[in-house]
Nanobody, 126 residues
Framework: VQLQASGGGLVQAGASLRLSCEVSGQSARQYSMGWFRQAPNKEREFVGAISMGGGSTYHGDSVKGRFIISKDNTNNRIYLQMNNVRPEDTAVYYC????????????????????WGQGTLVTVSS
């Protein structure tokens, strides 16, 4: 399976942005999927995850209430709706896929995901 993230760019604080991740090679329905981000000189951080069918989601504390992960299995895509962005949201955002059932005991762990996209840069100006 291949993942292609897109939608990043330069935005002002308080604005909204939507990232997209296209899944190819296999059906997105076979994978639990997540978004992670990595800022310069920082560890990779969990942003959000969604189950195979899209019915269950989980978001990291730093984005809870502002970002929303969603999934469109018909079009083999997941999305990250980013609202009220802040300068500290500046990072490269990666989508990832894991062929396992969604569970909170592993979804925040980046090394549990087998497939990764190339990343898309989001820069938030103050």
């Amino acid at each position: 399976v291949q993942l292609q993230a897109s939608g990043g760019g330069l935005v002002q604080a308080g604005a909204s942005l939507r990232l997209s991740c296209e899944v190819s090679g296999q059906s997105a329905r076979q994978y639990s999927m997540g978004w992670f981000r990595q800022a310069p000189n920082k560890e990779r951080e969990f942003v959000g995850a969604i189950s195979m069918g899209g019915g269950s989601t989980y978001h990291g504390d730093s984005v809870k209430g502002r970002f929303i992960i969603s999934k469109d299995n018909t079009n083999n895509r997941i999305y990250l709706q980013m609202n009220n962005v802040r300068p500290e949201d500046t990072a490269v955002y990666y989508c990832a896929a894991a062929q396992k059932y969604f569970h909170t005991n592993w979804i925040e762990l980046w090394n549990e995901y087998e497939y990764w996209g190339q990343g898309t840069l989001v820069t938030v100006s103050s």
